[in-house]
């Protein structure tokens, strides 16, 4: 006899599909782990879910009154679908108006079980929002490409963090990964994963942008990935963590660049203004902005 297995991913997995599943926040997928797809998804998303089961059932518990007969809802019109849909709802928020009753065993049979359904349904879905309430997210934003470019005489990978709230978040770590595909001299698939050193991995209080930087030198393990540019078997994995202190918690992000995410001889847009006065003003809308290494021309018409 044969078991059983149950399996939470599928058998086969594109390696190109899931690398670029991993730039989306969240991995949990309805048909892998519906709780957690919960947890992660839209509230919009939530939302219409709620709504969609909380109108289905009513109207499939309608169908199941309807199918009792004439007469087994008093004061429902006989067919009426939308007068016993009513009552489904009422019953089901347990507000019982009292012009509408069933009549008969299977009529009350039904209602005893929408009763039930009603309560657990309604502890479901205040349990789930409450838990997506004080689910602690760090307010991280990421730019959207890596750009190489100059820094310092260096050729440097560097990437943007932003804190899209007014609090602030102290003892802010920053890691860089490198995963990349490798083979062994028998011909053997597999993934490495090389810590690379960034400039300044830490910052005690993290509050408005940080701008990672990482040395593309003879000792970098990207500097030989970068250099195959047909070579698309690796990507760039970063996390992030932190304390809160409006949360007063531990708070993570994460994010990957794949190969086209990284912009070549490129820079980004100084977000930092210097005014006539001397005085410094940090402008967020060039926080995605960035310019290929050319002239000052091409630069403003690239812009």
């Not at 730039?23 to 947890?39: I, K, Q, V």
């Not at 679908?81 to 089901?92: A, Y």
């Not at 310092?152 to 990437?159: E, I, Q, S, Y």
């Not at 910052?203 to 047909?230: I, N, R």
Request: charged share 20%; net charge neutral; proline share 4%.
């Amino acid at each position: 006899m044969e078991k059983l297995h149950l399996s939470r991913r599928p058998e086969r997995i594109n390696l190109d599909e899931y690398r670029a599943s991993l730039t989306r926040s969240s991995l949990a997928r309805p048909e892998n782990d519906f709780y957690h797809w919960l947890l992660g998804t839209s509230w919009t998303s939530f939302l219409l879910l709620v709504i969609a089961v909380y109108l289905g059932a009513n109207l499939l518990f309608a169908i199941a009154y309807l199918a009792c007969g004439d007469g087994a809802i008093t004061n429902a019109e006989p067919g009426a679908l939308l007068d016993v849909f009513f009552f489904s709802v009422q019953t089901m928020a347990t507000i019982g108006y009292g012009r509408m009753t069933p009549v008969g065993h299977w009529p009350n049979g039904i209602v005893t079980f929408e009763a039930f359904f009603g309560i657990v349904y309604s502890a479901l879905t205040t349990g789930l929002a409450f838990a997506r309430f004080t689910r602690p997210t760090a307010g991280v934003r990421f730019s959207k490409v890596a750009v190489v470019g100059s820094h310092n005489g260096v050729a440097t990978l560097k990437f943007r963090v932003l804190n899209e709230r007014s609090s602030h978040i102290v003892e802010a770590q920053l890691r860089l990964w490198l995963i990349a595909e490798s083979l062994t001299a028998e011909g053997e698939r597999y993934r490495r994963s090389i810590e690379l050193p960034l400039h300044r991995a830490e910052s005690p209080v993290f509050s408005l942008t940080w701008t990672a930087m990482h040395s593309l030198d003879e000792t970098s393990a990207l500097t030989e990935c970068l250099a195959q540019k047909g070579n698309q078997q690796w990507h760039l994995l970063i996390t992030f963590t932190g304390y809160h202190e409006s949360l007063a918690n531990q708070v993570y992000a994460r994010h990957v660049y794949v190969p086209r995410d990284v912009q070549r001889d490129a820079m980004f847009v100084d977000i930092v203004t210097v005014l006539p006065d001397g005085g410094r003003v940090i402008d967020l809308a060039n926080f995605e902005k960035w310019v290929p290494n050319v002239s000052d021309k091409k630069a403003g018409e690239y812009l």
